[in-house]
């Protein structure tokens, strides 16, 4: 489907065309003459001639010519037959303002209608329920709030929520707009779609998402790929829990990697930024349009200020949110003492004072220094604008953009608290090449951002057709353990030796053949937390106590219909929790510290799947309890090659046999091996 008519019209068509004011139909017609949009707008309003002076006719299909965009501002019920007309009629598109659709219960049955008229015809729909699209480059401003003069840049944002929408675009943060899309309710054109039609535009540098639902995790892959491909920076805001998380909090998995972790997962897979709030998101996605901030080449960040107090809280920022601040090099700190006053504190963040204020050639070669330092690859340069300032100001400025121009490192400007960016300021720092962020925090989580490495388009790709293929499975409900683990064994997963007893004769001779010491377990599809209902009884060391643990497991309430299990123990070691995901927005893997403690730990890796054993390596380097894993202090680490493979072997075994989670918990780990001591699966 072709999305360009819609984010580039020629022509455009306004059904409902009318001068009342505050109608919808009213507010475009008035936002494309702000917007100054040169080609032919029609109105259709079988009761007018003109509206605003544009040409009215009695409907779509009285057209002259068709339109690249029709936009549909009329009472829900006739939307669906105007958009099987515009399909008719041979036009691009559909921009769809009007309210009333699948938001409301009543509304249900009409969207399907609206749904079945675009399918039929190919026609792509923005909307119904939402506030348009505003394509500042071509002066289509067609948006069911006021909007004002724009200039056009690289920024472009597509919002699930037509208010974040219309504050983006009335906020004052210089911010240069190349498209806003308000995709509301979805019904043909969903978020990715216009994230991958974005990434196919002229002119995108970089996209701010607003997701209200996880929606199709297959195209949103898909979509991340296309961005990457070109360059193109993605920040992303998302709210919301799905119904696929609440069935996965019926395990520990569900706390560990809930929906909004495993979407996160696939943003930062992508080499996206994940914003915590709307300030954060608009901010991220401005900085990440500027290719110049991005740093060329390996090394921390430099903080520069003429304030202590900013020095140090910049400090403790950037070690909360892991942001390296490097020691500047000997030859580095040299030079700036022959260049700063003797009240000057060098270091990193570094603190010129204000005594060298208003001096633009002596600011610019302070800044030229620290960035020329090979441990350096970026600046962040601390800017505030307050209101009536005088001259002075102006020489700052351009003693940070002559310095960050010669600079080798890549600069972005901050200011420290977010109302002291002043809006002409900003443009002009930003027309320089050096984004210009709101605030110390949001600003040192740019530099962060800018420092991701892109994503892999192909390794996208995969995690798109993982996602497709679990996709298609059809679950029907829990396994046994016993289950889970035949499953597990198939698949070449470590598991311990074991086998059902159906009574305590048979529990007896398991356990005999097995060797001592051993686990005796219920296992049934309906048993989930067998340690909460004490169904199981571990380390059993002689046939006596195996013959008791089974009389007392049969006499627990819930283990109707349960199978009795008996097990090998598992040698002593690291406890672990792998498990995996089918039923989040991308399948993913959790691999982390687990056993009764999972969840009071919370350090776990998240990835998508497919993942192999090089990728989960990486991941688990970086949890918090590496250390248990990896050795270190004189402790001796575990077999992590045997981890990576056994959790390398439970992802691909969640792809292969369609399930829609598998969670392996406790899996212990020592430096002999790794084994599945528990399992938990749903199909």
Not at 186 to 192: A, F, K, L, N
Request: with cysteine; hydrophobic share 45%; proline share 6%.
């Amino acid at each position: 489907m072709d999305l360009a008519p819609l984010l580039a019209p020629r022509s455009l068509a306004v059904v409902g065309a009318t001068e009342k004011e505050g109608a919808y139909a009213d507010t475009v017609l008035r936002n494309l003459a702000t917007a100054g949009f040169a080609g032919p707008v029609w109105g259709v309003n079988p009761k007018r001639s003109d509206a605003h002076g544009r040409p009215c006719v009695p409907s779509v299909s009285d057209l002259p010519e068709p339109v690249d965009a029709v936009v549909v501002a009329i009472p829900a019920p006739s939307v669906p037959g105007v958009v099987r007309e515009a399909g008719e009629r041979g036009c691009g598109g559909a921009i769809v303002l009007s309210a009333g659709f699948g938001e409301v219960a009543s509304g249900r049955a009409l969207e399907e209608e609206l749904r079945r008229a675009a399918a039929d015809h190919g026609l792509p729909v923005c909307g119904p329920n939402g506030n348009g699209i505003v394509a500042v480059r071509h002066g289509a401003a067609v948006w069911g709030d006021r909007v004002g003069h724009l200039e056009p840049g690289g920024v472009a944002m597509v919002t699930q929520s037509g208010n974040v929408g219309v504050n983006a675009l009335g906020s004052q943060r210089g911010i240069r707009w190349h498209t806003v899309v308000s995709v509301g309710n979805g019904t043909v054109c969903t978020t990715p779609d216009w994230l991958a039609a974005l990434a196919e535009t002229d002119g995108v540098r970089s996209v701010a998402l607003f997701c209200e639902a996880d929606g199709d995790g297959a195209a949103l892959a898909e979509a991340l790929a296309a961005c990457a491909e070109r360059g193109i920076g993605v920040a992303v805001l998302k709210v919301g829990a799905s119904e696929a998380g609440q069935r996965a909090a019926s395990a520990h998995t569900g706390s560990l990697a809930g929906d909004q972790r495993v979407f996160r997962a696939l943003v930062e897979e992508a080499g996206g930024a994940w914003a915590e709030d709307f300030h954060d998101l608009l901010e991220l996605a401005k900085a990440l349009a500027e290719p110049r901030a991005r740093p060329a080449r390996g090394g921390g960040l430099a903080v520069l200020t003429c304030s202590g107090g900013d020095s140090g809280v910049a400090a403790d920022e950037a070690t909360r949110l892991g942001v390296e601040l490097p020691e500047l090099a000997p030859a580095t700190r040299e030079r700036l003492a022959r260049l700063l006053p003797d009240a000057a504190t060098i270091g990193n963040p570094l603190d010129y004072t204000a005594m060298i204020w208003g001096d633009a050639p002596l600011l610019a070669e302070i800044i030229e220094t620290v960035g020329a330092d090979p441990a350096i690859a970026q600046l962040l340069l601390l800017y505030d604008h307050p209101a009536d300032v005088d001259e002075s100001w102006a020489e700052v400025r351009r003693g940070l953009i002559d310095g960050a121009r010669a600079a080798d490192a890549a600069a972005i400007v901050a200011s420290t608290l977010p109302d002291l960016l002043d809006a002409a300021a900003a443009d002009e720092l930003s027309e320089s090449g050096l984004p210009a962020i709101a605030g110390l925090r949001t600003a040192l989580l740019c530099a962060r951002a800018l420092r991701r490495p892109p994503g892999d388009p192909a390794r996208l790709r995969e995690i798109a057709a993982a996602t497709r293929a679990v996709a298609a499975g059809e679950g029907d409900g829990w396994l046994a353990e016993a289950q889970a683990k035949e499953l597990l064994r198939e698949a070449g997963v470590a598991v311990p030796p074991g086998g059902l007893a159906s009574d305590a004769d048979e529990a007896a001779r398991l356990a005999a053949q097995l060797g001592y010491p051993v686990a005796l377990k219920l296992s049934g599809p309906h048993l989930l937390h067998k340690s909460e209902l004490g169904a199981l009884a571990l380390g059993l060391r002689e046939e006596a106590e195996v013959r008791d643990s089974f009389v007392r497991l049969r006499a627990i309430r819930e283990a109707d219909g349960a199978d009795v299990l008996v097990e090998a123990m598992a040698e002593p070691g690291v406890e672990l929790v792998i498990a995996a995901r089918g039923d989040a927005v991308v399948p993913a893997l959790v691999v982390g510290l687990g056993g009764i403690w999972t969840e009071a730990l919370d350090d776990v890796a998240v990835i998508p799947l497919p993942a192999d054993a090089t990728r989960i390596e990486r991941e688990l380097r970086r949890l918090r309890g590496a250390p248990l894993l990896f050795g270190g202090r004189g402790r001796e680490g575990v077999d992590v090659g045997a981890v990576c493979a056994l959790a390398e072997g439970a992802g691909r075994l969640l792809l292969s046999a369609r399930l829609s989670l598998l969670e392996l918990n406790p899996v212990i780990a020592s430096a002999g091996g790794a084994v599945a001591a528990d399992a938990l699966a749903r199909r």
